[in-house]
């Protein structure tokens, strides 16, 4: 795992976005426009050997706000309808597989289970699917999440009359 370095620098960034330490190596996968963390990506394990499913996880204050907006209005259930669940268990098993990868060599312990965000099967959370996604891995569900959001942004522009 030492890929999954962060610097004292980008620890103290996450700490304050989570509002408490991180309780595993990561890496910062992906950066907001201003350079602060915006994804992370996580160690399958936490620093007391607890299995950590969740790879990617969305860290940046707005994306997190847009994207929860997004959920709250039926997101989960729509993007489930149009990736479709046989898309979502190919994603969900390719997850897994890269996930496992990283745990360490002999590992007997218990081992993080599911796919994205710990989900086996359908949608469970569109956060760690957008964070996949800008963490470049292709996640069609984050794809949809991006598109949507890119959909609302452009509407807002419109309606406030803003160019962007």
């Not at 700490?15 to 992370?40: K, M, N, T, W």
């Not at 997004?70 to 489930?80: C, H, I, T, Y």
């Amino acid at each position: 795992m030492a890929d999954l370095i962060a610097s004292d620098a980008e620890r103290a960034a996450v700490a304050e976005l989570l509002g408490r330490q991180p309780r595993a190596a990561f890496r910062v996968a992906a950066r907001d426009v201003d350079g602060s963390p915006l994804v992370i990506e996580n160690a399958p394990l936490l620093d007391d050997g607890t299995p950590m499913p969740t790879r990617y996880w969305l860290v940046g204050p707005r994306a997190k706000l847009l994207v929860g907006r997004l959920e709250a209005d039926g997101g989960v259930d729509r993007a489930e309808a149009e990736v479709g669940l046989d898309a979502l268990d190919a994603l969900h098993a390719r997850h897994q597989a890269e996930r496992d990868v990283l745990l360490p060599a002999g590992h007997q312990g218990p081992r993080p289970t599911g796919g994205v965000g710990g989900t086996r099967r359908g949608v469970k959370c569109l956060h760690a699917h957008y964070a996949a996604y800008l963490a470049g891995v292709d996640d069609p569900v984050g794809r949809w999440v991006a598109d949507r959001l890119a959909e609302a942004e452009h509407c807002d522009g419109e309606l406030s009359g803003s160019a962007r």
